[in-house]
């Protein structure tokens, strides 16, 4: 598991905020952290819009009870405020009593009271919406003309961020303590607009008490090994490629992207096919040996198998691979072969699937993103990256990070190979698989980022050395 270090990263799930909230009940007390969130979402929206007339619209949990806060300090400030409850807070609840300190008006939760007002605050449901809300909700919801939520949208589940109904996008989503899942992942992402998050003096053993387990990528997270004057190329790593004969242009990007990364030493094993590989990029090594032969070579521990290869060239490689207990990453190709069973894929390490990768293999995904990942990741043993606008790391334990950290400029032919040839020069630098995924596709994103507009695939490689030197200098920050 991360170490408590890392709570920073954690995406606490919403059953997860609602142990923190147990906790915190313990210690803090949840009507002073409602009062800290509901001030924050009135400080968020009074530096980003002028004095209007606000509706709030509360529901009967502790995020209608974030509302009312909220409204009582737009009121203090001097904003038209108007406060329309769904339902009234239990008695005796957090809830009930930042309503009742709230001295303002109240109007009917209805269409056109949204309508009327130039901002409505979305305090109906946060962590604890467990269902579709009722098409009255989203009615009134969807009648807004500038729609802001607090925690999250009142349609957009928080563990999954899948929309639970057609609902409207909101300008802004201000939440506490930590984001959840649902704000990263898509649809969630889009729907919640900017996203804010406040801290509120939330104790940090409430947050680990949550005991969270997925993580928002980024260095600190893993650590890339630096640049050391005892380096020599085996200790930085070395890579070996299968390559095939008919697609020798996955196997180089891969190639390059490996290279560009840092790794030692890149090998590329071409059998028959070696000619093809021969020209250009001289500091690549081409081997035309059988397979069998080179593995005797036990410093060639990290191997990658797929990229540019067909079923047969598969077939023939990967379980020799496996046989002779390599550190494999398995992709394209190698995914292809394994089909709809992919049990044969047990003993790689790790596997890197876009999402028509991942449904062939082990059927689709669902909303729930996550949660197919693992069962995914546990089902074969390995960590299993499914790449996408946010990629899920997996691991076979459990742990999960989600990354962010990417450019639309990475949705490009060939980029996958790259991706691929990076985590391979992660483990060859002998990180632990789920590190060095994560790794790899941070250092991917951010070479995507630093590529400027359009760039082709091989562009990304001229920054693959910069990004690894930014995730170096960022986790020595942490
Ligand atoms: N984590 C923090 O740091 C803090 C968070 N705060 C805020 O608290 C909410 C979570 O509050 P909670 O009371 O647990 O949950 P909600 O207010 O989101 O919703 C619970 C109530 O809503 C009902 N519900 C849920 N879904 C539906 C639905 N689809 N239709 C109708 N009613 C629904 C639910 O009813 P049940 O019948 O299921 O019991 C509850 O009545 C968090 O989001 C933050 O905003 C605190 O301020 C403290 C700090
Ligand atoms: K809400």
């Known amino acids: ?34 009062d800290r969130a509901g001030w924050a979402v009135a400080q968020a929206i009074r530096a980003r819009f002028a004095p209007c007339r606000v509706l709030v619209l509360c529901g009967p949990g502790n995020n209608g009870g974030d509302g009312y806060v909220a409204a009582r300090y737009l009121e203090r400030a ?49 962590a604890g919406l467990d269902r579709p809300p009722a098409p009255e909700v989203v009615a009134v919801l969807s009648a807004a003309r500038t729609l802001v939520a607090i925690d999250l949208p009142s349609t957009v589940n928080g563990t999954t961020g899948a929309a639970l109904v057609e609902g409207p996008d909101y300008r802004m989503s201000v939440t506490f303590v930590r984001p959840k899942p649902g704000h990263i992942l898509y649809p969630g992402r889009e729907i919640c607009g900017e996203l804010i998050c406040a801290d509120i003096g939330m104790p940090e053993v409430c947050l680990e008490a949550a005991g969270p387990t997925i993580w928002l990528n980024g260095p600190g997270l893993w650590h890339v090994p630096a640049m050391s004057p005892e380096d020599h190329k085996y200790r930085r790593g070395v890579v070996s490629i299968c390559a095939g004969q008919v697609m020798p242009g996955a196997t180089r990007l891969a190639a390059a992207g490996a290279r560009a990364s840092g790794a030692g030493l890149v090998r590329i094993s071409a059998g028959e096919g070696a000619a093809a590989y021969c020209l250009g990029a001289p500091g690549l090594v081409i081997d035309d040996g059988p397979l069998k032969t080179l593995l005797e070579d036990e410093r060639r521990r990290v191997w990658l198998c797929g990229p540019g290869l067909t079923e047969p060239e598969v077939a ?104 691929a040839g990076v985590i391979a020069t992660m483990l060859a630098a002998g ?39 930014k995730a170096i200098a960022l986790a020595c920050e942490i």
Request: hydrophobic share 50%.
């Open 1 to 34: 598991m991360p170490m408590k270090s890392d709570l920073r990263f954690s995406l606490p799930t919403p059953a997860q905020c609602g142990e923190m909230d147990r906790k915190a009940s313990e210690t803090i007390g949840i009507s002073a952290l409602m």
């Open 78 to 126: 001097g904003w038209s405020v108007q406060v329309a409850p769904l339902a009234p807070p239990r008695e005796g609840s957090a809830a009930f009593g930042a309503a009742a300190q709230y001295r303002g008006r109240i109007t009917d939760f209805a269409p056109e009271n949204a309508r009327r007002a130039d901002l409505v605050i979305d305090a109906v449901f946060g």
């Open 316 to 419: 023939a490689s990967l379980p020799l691979l496996l046989a002779s207990e390599r550190i494999v990453l398995a992709d394209a190709g190698a995914l292809g072969w394994a089909g709809s069973e992919p049990e044969k894929l047990r003993g790689v390490s790790v596997i890197t699937p876009h999402i028509g990768e991942f449904t062939r293999l082990f059927g689709a995904p669902g909303d729930d993103l996550v949660a197919a990942a693992r069962e995914a990741a546990q089902r074969i043993g390995a960590v299993v990256v499914l790449k996408g606008a946010v990629s899920v790391i997996v691991s076979p334990d459990g742990r999960v990070a989600l990354n962010d950290h990417a450019s639309p400029a990475l949705a490009t032919a060939g980029s996958g190979d790259t991706l």
């Open 431 to 469: 990180m632990a698989p789920w590190e060095a995924a994560c790794a790899g596709v941070w250092l991917h994103g951010e070479a995507g980022m630093r590529a400027g507009n359009w760039p082709i695939v091989e562009a990304l490689d001229a920054h693959l050395g910069d990004a690894r030197a």
